[in-house]
């Protein structure tokens, strides 16, 4: 069962102890795990700590022994002097924070800073009750496949998995992702003048078959492109970057 993040344990956690322990270690990135609503900071011993972090398993066992860890924490740290501009938020969740991430099954928190100043945390993945409409875009924890799989889930009980494990962000989304998912949750390629509220749809917007929403009731599609908030926009204007439409098999 995927565990899934909200505030709640970064709140009853020691804001401060994981504040302190993230500017301590900068310019190397901070790991810690949330056990019992505490804070544990945890060695980073990664050969590059600068770039990445590495948590010591003997370390790991002994603070998590006969305990269920709540949320593992770590910071990514920036020179203000470097410009990242394919990133909305510094914070953002990596490749390899992502596939680390699922493999530890339990929610992350992310927090960056550059020695003084640090973000708002970015937790992931978030729990599927959130409100679709008006969410910040983060990679990984809030995008469009996101939005995608929350409808689905909120309207149809549809539990889709989190992404699927070959995305790469950095290179740009690909339609192997719709395609991997259309196979995998039974959904099946339907025209355009079929569409029907709950249907899917693939579009190419700066980009080929790299953007997905949900048509949805009032003639909207629901959506969530990088750098905006989720959205639901008159079907009509993105009708032109329509790629192809998708319903699932029970619907």
């Not at 302190?20 to 790991?31: D, T």
Request: proline share 5%; aromatic share 12%; charged share 25%.
């Amino acid at each position: 069962m995927i565990q899934r993040a909200d505030d709640t344990h970064y709140k009853l956690a020691n804001q401060t102890a994981i504040r302190e322990a993230v500017i301590k270690n900068y310019p190397n990135e901070m790991c810690g795990v949330v056990v019992d609503d505490e804070f544990i900071e945890l060695k980073n011993i990664a050969p590059n700590p600068t770039e990445s972090f590495k948590v010591d398993m003997i370390e790991w066992l002994k603070v998590t022994f006969n305990k269920e860890p709540q949320l593992f924490v770590h910071s990514h740290t920036y020179d203000t002097s470097e410009t990242k501009p394919h990133q909305m938020n510094l914070a953002t969740p990596s490749q390899k924070d992502f596939e680390k991430q699922l493999e530890m099954n339990i929610p992350w928190a992310i927090i960056a800073n550059e020695g003084e100043n640090l973000t708002k945390p970015i937790l992931f993945p978030l729990i599927k009750t959130y409100p679709l409409v008006g969410r910040d875009f983060v990679f990984y924890a809030s995008d469009c496949y996101s939005i995608l799989s929350d409808y689905y889930f909120q309207n149809f009980n549809i539990d889709m998995r989190e992404h699927p494990e070959d995305i790469h962000w950095e290179d740009g989304v690909t339609a192997s992702i719709y395609t991997l998912n259309t196979e995998l949750f039974g959904f099946r390629e339907i025209t355009l003048d079929e569409i029907q509220v709950g249907d899917l749809v693939v579009m190419s917007i700066r980009g080929d078959r790299n953007h997905s929403g949900i048509y949805d009731v009032g003639d909207t599609i629901l959506h969530h492109m990088s750098g905006r908030k989720s959205e639901r926009l008159p079907f009509n204007k993105l009708r032109s970057f329509i790629d192809s439409v998708w319903r699932y098999k029970d619907l």
